[in-house]
Every structure is written in structure tokens, then in C-alpha cells.
């Protein structure tokens, strides 16, 4: 079974509170925070690592570059996991950066759509031919 898990994270941000003195709404509402697919900062994982090959999620964090800052997401859910949120949540200098009025940004390469996998097997074409092209020329200098 391949299906995707839900981890949640182990840093919980604080649930905003509200003023509600009904007990069945407040347990609900708990109940609903706990269930770790409704954890908005989850990360959604494979049983099997091999299983998911991931999307590439760079996260860039106010003007300066980072060593690196590249986290790989499930490709069960396309890029809609890589969002500012988990920057902030793998990278204190994003946090620092959103403090201090510097952006954080988020690029998601999803090595699953058609145009990597396009560059990827034309690159794979060429190299082929080339190869065949080297082993072959002696048979063509004889023409």
C-alpha cells in the first residue's frame, strides 16, 4: 500500500482561542486540531521511501543567499506542501527574515509534471546517440 501518511510535526504552532463556553464545540474543535490530517503543517510521506521520488522544494529567505535551503517534499501532493510555513517552520533564518520585513519565498520543482520529464528523457536521447554516433564512425569513413 502506497497511500501517504500524515506526520505531523513535532513543533505545534498555538491554535488561536476563542471565547465559545459550549464543551461538545470546544472538544470538537479539539479533537479536529489533534487529527494530524488536519495539521496544516504537516509533511505527507510515502510508508516506503522508495516508493516517492519527492518534488524539490527550495525555500529563499529575504535577500541574502543560504548555504542550503532545499527540502524534498512528497510528490503524492504535487508543491502544495512546500509553502512558507515549512520554511519557517526547517529554517530559523526565514523566521528571522519574516521578523524583520525581509520575504520568504518558496520554488517548487515537481520532478513528476511533463516538462522535467521531457528535458530529462531528450537528454537521455541525445546522450544515446552520441554514443552510438562515436562507436559507429569507423564504418561510416569507408563510404
Known amino acids: 500500500n502506497n497511500n501517504p501518511q500524515?506526520?505531523?510535526?513535532?513543533?505545534?504552532?498555538?491554535?488561536?482561542?476563542?471565547?465559545?463556553?459550549?464543551p461538545q464545540k470546544q472538544q470538537q474543535q479539539q479533537q479536529q486540531q489533534q487529527h494530524?490530517?488536519?495539521?496544516?503543517?504537516r509533511i505527507a510521506r510515502h510508508k516506503y521511501a522508495m516508493a516517492d521520488v519527492g518534488n524539490i522544494c527550495r525555500c529563499i529567505c529575504g535577500e541574502r543567499?543560504?548555504?542550503?535551503?532545499?527540502?524534498?517534499v512528497s510528490s503524492a501532493?504535487?508543491?502544495?506542501?512546500?509553502?512558507?510555513?515549512?520554511?519557517?517552520e526547517h529554517f530559523p533564518r526565514c523566521g528571522f527574515a519574516e521578523k524583520h520585513g525581509?520575504?520568504?519565498?518558496?520554488?517548487?520543482?515537481?520532478?513528476s509534471a511533463l516538462a522535467?520529464?521531457?528535458?530529462?528523457?531528450?537528454?537521455?536521447?541525445i546522450v544515446?546517440?552520441?554514443?552510438?554516433a562515436a562507436l559507429t564512425k569507423d564504418c561510416y569513413d569507408h563510404v
Not at 522535467?116 to 536521447?125: K, M
Open 65 to 72: 543567499p543560504q548555504a542550503n535551503t532545499t527540502i524534498l
Open 77 to 88: 501532493r504535487g508543491c502544495k506542501d512546500c509553502n512558507t510555513a515549512l520554511c519557517l
Open 116 to 125: 522535467p520529464r521531457l528535458a530529462i528523457g531528450s537528454l537521455i536521447v
Open 36 to 41: 494530524p490530517s488536519n495539521n496544516p503543517h
Open 128 to 132: 544515446a546517440v552520441l554514443v552510438f
Open 102 to 111: 525581509g520575504a520568504v519565498t518558496v520554488h517548487c520543482i515537481d520532478r
Open 6 to 22: 500524515a506526520i505531523p510535526n513535532q513543533n505545534h504552532y498555538p491554535q488561536p482561542t476563542t471565547n465559545n463556553n459550549n
